[in-house]
């Protein structure tokens, strides 16, 4: 986002790879799984409905936003002409609600987690998440980690 604010070009081919990531990962491994672990979380503490509910919701928004985010870099990355404007919003309205959602979960439902001190519980919160593996993305996971890495 940086580079959009300062006049400066993106790297659109980077910007790809870690969109099309976090819509592999994430949204499609990483929030079902989530969704699994906040049902049962609400059967301990239903006063955490409004805060899980609007979780949820952003799961989907962030779906969304994510798909709409990763089309306007393959066209751009394909050579379309696309308005800057348009993925300078589209780049922001997903960060803003990935950032969002991260920020939720830690305030709210992780330290409520932590609360629940049956042992039951806890192994059942935990069950979805490690259940499934996480598999390299090859080039692209590389290509992303190399560059948070400052490598």
Not at 9 to 14: I, S
Not at 92 to 108: G, I, N, P, V
Request: proline share 5%; charged share 25%.
């Amino acid at each position: 986002m940086a580079a959009f604010q300062v006049g400066e070009q993106p790297n659109y081919d980077l910007m790809l790879d870690i969109i099309h990531y976090l819509r592999n990962y994430p949204d499609r491994v990483h929030h079902p799984q989530e969704n699994v672990a906040f049902a049962r979380l609400l059967e301990r503490d239903s006063t955490l409905k409004p805060q899980i509910d609007r979780l949820l919701q952003e799961h989907r928004v962030i779906a969304a936003a994510g798909s709409t985010l990763l089309e306007h870099l393959d066209e751009v990355v394909a050579g379309a002409l696309v308005p800057r404007s348009i993925v300078e919003t589209a780049a922001a309205t997903y960060l803003t609600y990935f950032r969002q959602h991260m920020a939720t979960e830690d305030k709210d439902v992780i330290p409520a987690q932590r609360n629940c001190s049956h042992r039951r519980i806890g192994r059942q919160w935990r069950r979805p998440f490690r259940s499934t593996r996480i598999r390299s993305w090859g080039t692209t996971s590389r290509r992303v980690t190399a560059h948070c890495a400052g490598r």
